[in-house]
């Protein structure tokens, strides 16, 4: 059964609505889309009472959410990123599709467009492009309004076939004032325990060694705590899918990323893994044995800077999980949040990781 990317129910009728310009009647659910459809085989369409024109557009009976006829056939592939305020969810998201856009795609054979006519289009070049890539400055926090899903089509050549298969993809950029408490993850957050991957991000300064040595160097560091997150995200899936039993784990991927690694460079080994470039780029399949390597050395930097009890709540809670070292923007921003130049390390892997994960990448 297909659901709706945004409110996340289950779309067993779609219903039709008028999109036609000054229209009283725009967006507003008018017929039954599927009993409509079914009853009309030919090329007939439901005009709208209000105006006359054509009602084309299809939408989600519970929450009104814009939908197209492919989304709806091929389903979602949701992948939620969460992380406390100051994680740096928003630039890492802004890079993501960057990176998706152009390295992935040239790599994988394949295209990433955006769905929903204008929605995701305008909303990513404006909340996130445009400062990040344009303007040079950070991409401001999520407001609790930017609820909307940014939804894609990562469309591969048919001649591409060993690269991987079409999917549509739903991003959600959950506001970090929401994930504070339990409340209003419960009421914000459906797409956390719907999702078909999670993307968990750590700021370096929510790891005890690394607070410490920040604060005696009268560095900036975030107060939240990455663990308690952690498991108000954990009460939260295991509610939501009804997991009864602490021995059930959890059988989302969950790819947790250390964030802002480049202020980490002089804290590796000059043989890391993690500090070198992903593999995962040099051919259209992802490379097990650079997956394997990062994981088992960032699980060991975790637990050596103070995270080794997150580490085993991961293993404790989840079946599938990966941890990653990331940098979205190579580098730390000035003052004034401006960034001279977007650098990002190994941006892409958690992705690449959570594609492979369901069947979408192949691995080798």
Same mark, same amino acid.
């Not at 921003?333 to 992705?351: C, F, K, M, W, Y």
């Given at each position: ?80 990123? @969460? ?118 991000? @750590? ?162």
């Amino acid at each position: 059964m297909k659901s709706c990317p945004k409110c996340l129910g289950r779309l067993e009728n779609y219903r039709y609505a008028c999109n036609a310009p000054g229209c009283a009647k725009v967006g507003i659910p008018a017929c039954q889309g599927q009993e409509f459809d079914q009853q009309n085989k030919t090329a007939q369409t439901y005009a709208c009472s209000e105006c006359g024109q054509p009602m084309a557009m299809r939408i989600c009976p519970d929450c009104g959410f814009e939908l197209e006829a492919d989304e709806m056939r091929r389903g979602f592939l949701s992948i939620s990123i @969460i992380g406390s305020e100051g994680s740096g969810k928003s630039n890492f998201l802004a890079v993501l599709i960057d990176q998706l856009r152009s390295e992935m795609c040239k790599v994988y054979g394949c295209t990433l467009y955006p769905t929903g006519g204008d929605r995701t289009m305008n909303h990513y070049e404006r909340h996130y492009r445009r400062p990040l890539f344009e303007h040079g400055v950070c991409v401001t926090s999520t407001q609790q309004e930017d609820i909307n899903p940014l939804t894609y089509t990562l469309l591969f050549s048919s001649k591409e076939k060993a690269a991987g298969q079409t999917v549509g993809l739903a991003f959600y950029d959950s506001c970090g004032k929401m994930l504070e408490t339990g409340p209003e993850m419960a009421a914000h957050n459906k797409s956390l325990y719907s999702s078909g991957g999670i993307v968990f991000l @750590i700021d370096p300064s929510q790891l005890p060694a690394i607070r410490e040595s920040r604060k005696a160097s009268n560095m900036p560091v975030l107060n939240s705590d990455a663990q308690a997150l952690l498991l108000r995200a954990v009460h939260l899936i295991r509610n939501g899918l009804s997991i009864e039993g602490a021995n059930t784990k959890i059988n989302i991927p969950i790819a947790v990323c250390l964030t802002k690694l480049d202020t980490l460079y002089p804290h590796l080994d000059s043989a890391s893994f993690i500090g070198d470039a992903s593999r995962h780029l040099r051919r259209p399949m992802l490379n097990a044995s650079d997956i394997s390597s990062c994981n088992l050395e960032m699980m060991a930097l975790l637990e050596s800077w103070g995270g080794g009890e997150l580490v085993r709540h991961v293993s404790s809670h989840f079946s599938d999980y990966c941890f990653f070292g990331i940098s979205a923007l190579g580098s730390a921003p000035g003052t004034q949040n401006e960034i001279n130049r977007v650098s990002p390390h190994r941006a892409l892997d958690p992705l690449l990781w959570l594609l492979s994960r369901h069947k979408i990448l192949k691995t080798g």
